[in-house]
């Protein structure tokens, strides 16, 4: 398997400010590759490096087999961007923003025409297409900038946050697209703060803390390595309280909100279990809330300290 | 031939958004054209009576328009700053920076489109002029040279604003700094006043900034009267500031973008 982007010993500082401190990564051609980090972690940078935007400190880096410090335009020529601050002309309409990155492109008048008309109707922006970008929705905005990275039919495709700040419906249409990319064999790079994103679509995923990658693989190998899965007992009375936790044994006890934290997966069969106990013993619970490995727990898991930003979003 | 094709490509792109948001123009056009009819029907008679033993028997309107000409073509300074500023704040410009082509083409966009503007710029406010009473005496080799020396004068201006607009980190910013070509280098100079006329301090910088000689030239060639070493100086000027504000230009276009 050939490798679309390979980086060793990337480093890049503003200022005092150490932001990706020696990381290497390897993504194969045709792969989704995430990289899963919150706010800060230094995901745009990296992205904006690896996309030629910004100049690294240090490191070898590959990208669709250029060489990124010494041919910079071969990489261009390979790649295609999507940020998560919209990059289109906002004063064009969306068929002029189209038809700009065809000119750049150096497409043919008519097949230029040609193919804006298909990612009009492919990205549902075929009304949309003749109003200015400047009267778009978030959703929409991003669904035209991501077409217009696709003009010129790039082999690798970055896509930082593609999906921050988008509704849910917006979000799941965006997955399908890529989906879709990752059907033609493009290589997809992928930053995002949402594990579920990295879940749904990537093939391989590395965390991000601080400048350093502190953990890489396949979704089901990091999630073996988060033991944050578990159920909140919510209790009405103090001895009910403990006689739970004496049944159930391994669980840790908050006398203060009344509550019992039990691991568990929060799977169906898990959950059955734990309630067959407690109704064996005659144990009433107020209520339960199951709570499943979310990035706050892969954080902890894996650097031992909590996110910075505490804006996360753990869905 | 890349960059001029791109730089072509960007130029339309420019163009597009000037047509469609014609405000930029009527906003260049509204200074030097309200300027022309301040000074003229306003102060026009009284600056005469005043100059006019010096100066001779003359119109103030054909003394008037070759600096206002100037004028007109410095208050495109701000839009282009402005336009520039903007451009850079939005996402459309990192992605051009990541795209297999010219990278100084959106900048090269910017000014071709604003030298393109200001010439528009230029004919109307003269036309405002001919309205007023004025009446050049130039042949066909003084309006060549007329029309040689705006484009030039045009780039110089054009590509200072545009390292202006790119040294600035707001879009504010990028408004305030031009003023400089504007309008505080047009009123010390001889656009409104012959040098004799001017309070000393005022009268020795007007005397050596930049404008100074291209209003004298393009005066001596509009409605005759000696030029002198004027025109070597304005054309001096011309190529000596176009190369500055290009140089300034593009050494900040190629830093990395601000985060």
């Known amino acids: 398997m050939t490798t679309a982007i390979g980086v060793t010993g990337l480093r890049k500082s503003f200022g005092e400010h150490v932001v990706l401190d020696g990381i290497d990564l390897h993504v194969p051609t045709g792969t989704v590759f995430s990289l899963l980090g919150p706010n800060g972690a230094g995901k745009t940078t990296a992205v904006q490096i690896l996309s030629t935007l910004i100049t690294a400190d240090a490191g070898t880096i590959t990208v669709g087999g250029h060489d990124l410090a010494t041919n910079p335009h071969g990489v261009r020529e390979a790649i295609g961007v ?7 002309d906002r004063l064009l309409t969306g068929e002029e923003n189209l038809r700009l990155m065809g000119e750049l492109y150096r497409l043919p008048r008519e097949e230029n025409r040609r193919r804006a008309a298909t990612l009009l109707e492919q990205f549902d922006l075929v009304e949309a297409g003749k109003k200015p970008a400047a009267t778009y929705s978030g959703g929409m905005t991003r669904r035209l900038d991501l077409a217009m990275t696709l003009v010129g039919e790039p082999r690798v495709i970055f896509l930082d946050e593609p999906t921050t700040g988008l509704d849910p419906r917006s979000r799941h249409a965006m997955w399908d697209i890529i989906r879709e990319l990752v059907a033609g064999g493009v290589t997809i790079f992928l930053t995002t703060q949402y594990l579920e994103e990295a879940d749904q679509l990537a093939d391989r995923i590395a965390v991000l803390d601080h400048g350093h990658i502190v953990a890489e693989g396949t979704a089901a190998e990091l999630k ?36 019992l934290t039990v691991p568990n997966d929060g799977s ?14 005659s144990i009433e619970t107020e209520s339960l809330t199951v709570h499943t490995p979310d990035l706050d727990d892969v954080f902890f898991a894996l650097t031992g300290h909590k ?4 804006k996360v979003v753990t869905r | 031939m890349t960059a001029m094709t791109d730089s072509a490509t960007m130029l339309r792109r420019n163009l597009l958004h000037l047509v469609r948001y014609p405000s930029l123009i009527i906003a260049t056009i509204a200074v030097p054209v309200i300027m022309l009819l301040l000074f003229s029907y306003l102060f026009g008679d009284a600056i005469a009576a005043g100059i006019g033993g010096a100066a001779g028997d003359f119109d103030y309107i054909d003394y008037l328009v070759p600096g206002i000409l100037l004028m007109t073509i410095a208050s495109g300074a701000v839009q282009t700053a402005v336009q520039i500023r903007s451009d850079m704040n939005e996402g459309i410009v990192n992605r051009f920076r990541t795209m297999p082509i010219s990278r100084t083409s959106v900048v090269t966009g910017h000014v071709l489109g604003s030298v393109l503007l200001n010439v528009t710029t230029v004919v109307v406010v003269l036309g405002v002029g001919f309205a007023l009473g004025f009446r050049p005496t130039a042949g066909i080799v003084e309006w060549v040279a007329v029309i040689g020396l705006t484009v030039l004068v045009s780039f110089a201006i054009t590509w200072l604003a545009v390292a202006l607009g790119l040294a ?41 900034q930049p404008y100074t000689p291209i209003i004298q030239t393009l005066r001596g060639l509009l409605i005759g009267g000696p030029i002198g070493h004027n025109g070597w100086l304005a054309a001096g000027w011309g190529v000596l500031l176009t190369v500055l504000g290009y140089l300034w230009s593009k050494k900040l276009f190629r830093r990395d973008p601000q985060k």
């Open chain 1, 307 to 310: 996110t910075d930003d505490q």
């Open chain 2, 168 to 208: 600035a980190k707001t879009v504010e910013g990028a408004s305030n700094t031009p003023m400089v070509l504007s309008f505080f280098l047009p009123f010390v100079s001889t656009t409104f006043l012959p040098l004799e006329a001017l309070p000393s301090g005022i009268r020795w910088f007007a005397e050596y």
């Open chain 1, 268 to 281: 169906r069969r898990a959950l059955k279990a734990l309630l067959d106990r407690l109704d064996d013993a």
């Open chain 1, 82 to 88: 999507t940020g998560q601050f919209s990059a289109v």
């Open chain 1, 224 to 259: 073996r390595r988060i033991p944050g899965g578990h159920v909140q007992l919510h209790f009405t009375d103090v001895r009910e309280l403990d006689t739970a936790a004496r049944i159930l044994g391994n669980a840790s006890r908050d006398l203060e909100s009344l509550t």
